[in-house]
């Protein structure tokens, strides 16, 4: 796997080739939905469902296994509760899939953690 170089933009580590840190610290453009001081969350670019929001923590860390203060996984899910409530679309009440790709084999293909937030359509089980 590719090692990035790590600087800090206000005492935050950030990842100068991550593309989830730009668009966490504003150096790239996202339709973001949520936001607050440790999670951002924004609009997939390829969405794969009606609705598809991408939650990330605000600081690098790769993947799930790589996170070392589990509270941000409170605070993602925290977050999502605030999008699924605030949505006018209604397509949350018909249900919705919440996703983590980790590692190669596992689908991920931006090495900073996210959760896949998807709706609006009949999901299918199992996933490809
Ligand atoms: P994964 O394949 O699970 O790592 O998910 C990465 C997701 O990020 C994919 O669904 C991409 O479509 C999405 N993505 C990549 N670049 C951007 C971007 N600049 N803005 C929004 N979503 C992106």
């Known amino acids: 796997m590719k090692r990035m170089s790590q600087k800090r933009i206000k ?3 950030i990842m100068s080739e ?4 730009k ?3 504003g150096e790239m453009n996202a339709d ?3 936001r607050d001081d440790k999670v951002v969350a924004f609009r997939d670019i390829a969405p794969q469902a009606p609705v598809h ?3 990330i923590p605000a600081d690098h860390v790769e993947r ?7 509270d941000i996984f409170g605070e993602i899910f925290r977050a999502i509760n605030v999008i699924i409530k605030d949505d006018a679309t209604g397509a949350f009440k018909q249900g919705f899939r919440v996703v983590s ?5 596992g689908g991920q293909t931006v090495d900073h953690l996210h959760f ?6 009949q999901m299918l089980w199992p996933p490809g």
């Open 11 to 13: 005492g935050k580590p």
């Open 53 to 55: 929001v991408i939650i």
């Open 64 to 70: 799930i296994e790589a996170v070392k203060n589990y």
């Open 32 to 34: 973001i939905v949520y």
């Open 23 to 25: 668009i966490a610290s």
């Open 116 to 121: 896949h937030l998807l709706s609006g359509r």
């Open 101 to 105: 790709n980790s590692g190669r084999a």
């Open 18 to 21: 991550c593309i989830f840190c």
